[in-house]
């Protein structure tokens, strides 16, 4: 019951010492938010290298580029002959002024604009279905190449990989900066547990001369460790959208030409995690300072 | 109950020597000694700020110097600590002052709030629970120390040089309202080294010099004391 009672006072207790504070926190909170917004950064980078990497390992097409000397029976030939292929269910013939207009959409570029329509080769877009599995895909491929009309497939194999790579190199980025962010929470907390602990020292003897528990004592200063942890994840998750939101308009235009997809921001889950581990760090972080400063 | 009680801060300088004392409960005692006889360590020993080197201390039956630290809190929020220095968080109110000690119980706050009132009445500072702590005199900051030790009802008051800071009509003062929280069953030691209060009324004192405890059941009066210079001064004033 009065552990209970404790529970509910906790953050009472929490605040009356800490109204007269306000500057250490937001300090506090300003540096954390520092640590946050590098591994916040990270992050996005990898959600959206992940993003890309998903979009072409499932995107479930191929591209098959034509000789330019192929001649239009051959080519109809060939666009029966697959689509009567078991795992293909789409088959599109983008000639080279098809071609030419799908990518040069903007005349504003004039060394792209001034490029001729056989500057475009000719292809078939190859749309797959779901269950087809790689080894069918590139059975398919081998036989396409081996075609007299066809120059080359490309399966967006290599991109995959590539990405694949990327994102991994990418991971090991966000890990690397986690351990550094860490360090940065435990240190930026721990001088504040040492203000905070030498500012109110008049508190913590008198809580201990009235008979406070360790526990009881503890509480305000934990609870203001996660505050601040949790604030500094969730100012850094605000900066970083702030910025994406600014800078996302002028990109997404080349960003979806380029790759297939818009930009998008950190999932609400990512997000959400973030904090809890700014309010995690911070309270254990809080926890380990009084234990060693005031052994309380 | 104190057992042949030996303390030392330093190896070569030993605070109290095998000192043995009997209090009974709702006793008045004064404890006087000249500095450095070691009235604050044997109150800080009950309060178990401190740790015996050796003997025992008896307090509700159980032996203080025994206890495990997690027993602790509940040994002071038995007694009710006042010192020369106050002891207040100045950036807090009155009220939140002396409702500290009852918050660390778990008291719900209604009830926290009518024992508050009541503490604050006893001591003369009826309705000024808003005020804060930094903003009163010595005489009312030394009251709110009051006010907050007796909020619990303790059974053991201890008062470390509690006039040391006031002007002799305002320790009177004090004295007095330490008289009437004893009047209420409470047991107090008081620990002075001011000659004059020890005067105003008889009562058991016990002067602490060389490490041990010298029992006078009902007062100096006119009994002479062997104590140093510091101490002497006090008596010629």
Known sequence: MTSERYGVRAPMRAWRPGRGDMRVHVQSIFSLAVAFVCLAASLL???????????????????????????????????????????IKRVRHVTSVEARREVVTDESDAALASLP??????????????????????????????????????????????????LGGGVTASAALAVVVMCAVFSV????????????????????????????????FVIEGAMQGAAGAGGAIALLGALFLLVRGRFDHELANLLGLTPSFLPWTVSLGLVLLGGALGATTALVSLRKMAAI | MFEDVHKAYRQDQPVLRGMSLVIERGEFVFITGSSGSGKSTLLRLVHRTDQVDDGRILFLGRDISRLREESIPALRRNIGYVFQDFKLVPSWTVFDNVAVA??????????????????????????????LAKRLSGGEQQRVAIARAIVGEPALILADEPTGNLDPQLAFDILGLFEDIHETGATVLFATHDRTLLDVRPRRVVVLDEGKATDVPHGLGDEPMDLDADMALNLVA
């Not at chain 1, 390992?57 to 030939?77: F, I, N, P, W």
């Not at chain 1, 109110?200 to 503890?218: H, P």
């Open chain 1, 45 to 87: 980078v990898v959600t959206n290298l992940s993003a890309v990497r998903d979009r072409w390992s499932h995107a479930g097409r191929a591209t098959v580029y034509l000789r330019d000397g192929a001649g239009d029976q051959e080519v109809v030939d060939l666009v029966r002959a697959l689509e009567q292929t078991q795992g």
């Open chain 1, 117 to 166: 329509p056989s500057a475009f080769p000719a292809s078939l877009e190859l749309g797959f279905t779901d269950d087809i599995g790689d080894g069918d895909l590139q059975s398919i491929a081998l036989k396409l190449r081996a075609l007299p009309a066809v120059e080359t497939v490309e399966t967006y194999q290599r991109w995959t990989e590539r990405l694949s790579s990327l």
């Open chain 1, 189 to 220: 907390i721990s001088s504040t547990m040492r203000l905070l602990l030498s500012r109110r020292s008049i508190e913590v003897e008198v809580l201990k001369l009235v008979g406070a528990t360790n526990a009881f004592v503890r509480r305000p």
């Open chain 2, 102 to 131: 009852l918050e660390v119980v778990g008291l719900p706050p209604r009830l926290v709030r009518s024992r508050v009132a009541e503490s604050l009445e006893r001591v003369g500072l009826a309705g000024r629970g808003d005020e």
